[in-house]
C-alpha cells in the first residue's frame, strides 16, 4: 500500500475550478451557429394572486403569437407553454449584440384540489397572459343529528 500526502490546497483548487464550471454552465449563455451568442433558456416572468372568487396567474410572453401559446391542466398542475419565434427578417450578419431569447418555454403550477379545469379562462392582450382559476367549492361538513 502506497501512501499519499494530503494537500488541502489541491483539493481547495478541485473545488474552485468545480464550482466555476457549475455557475459557467448555469449563467453564460451558449454558443449557438456561426458564433453568435444565444442566450440558452427562457422562461416568462409569472405572478400568481389570489382574488375573493379566484386565483390568478399573470405571465409576461413579449413578442409570442397568440396560436403559439398552450395552456393545459393535467393531474392538477397548470401547464402553460408555447415557443417564441426568431424575426427572420435581418440577417445575421449585421447583429453587434442578440440578447433577445426565442425558442420553446415551459412553465407549470400546481393547482389546488378540486379545481374544476373546465372553468379555468386565459386571456392574452399586449404580451401578458392572464389565466383566472375559480377556486373550488369548498365542502361544508353535513351535521347529522343524533336521535
Known amino acids: ?10 483539493n481547495a483548487w478541485r473545488m474552485h475550478n468545480r464550482m466555476n464550471r457549475i455557475l459557467d454552465d448555469f449563467f453564460a449563455p451558449a454558443l449557438g451557429t456561426n ?13 400568481v394572486y389570489e382574488e375573493d372568487t379566484h386565483y390568478v396567474i399573470k405571465a409576461e410572453l413579449p413578442g409570442v403569437d397568440k396560436k403559439d401559446i398552450h395552456v393545459d391542466v393535467e393531474n392538477n398542475v397548470l401547464i ?7 424575426d427572420k427578417e435581418l440577417k445575421e450578419e449585421n447583429y453587434f449584440r ?3 431569447a426565442s425558442g420553446k418555454f415551459q412553465r407549470s403550477f400546481a393547482l389546488p384540489e378540486g379545481v374544476d379545469a373546465d372553468n379555468i379562462k386565459a386571456d392574452y392582450n399586449d404580451g401578458v397572459i392572464k ?17
Open 1 to 10: 500500500m502506497e501512501l499519499i500526502r494530503w494537500t488541502p490546497q489541491r
Open 35 to 47: 458564433d453568435e451568442l444565444t442566450v440558452r433558456n427562457w422562461n416568462p416572468s409569472a405572478d
Open 80 to 86: 402553460l407553454k408555447g415557443e417564441r419565434t426568431e
Open 98 to 100: 442578440r440578447e433577445m
Open 131 to 147: 389565466i383566472t382559476i375559480p377556486k373550488p367549492e369548498t365542502k361544508q361538513p353535513k351535521i347529522i343529528a343524533v336521535q
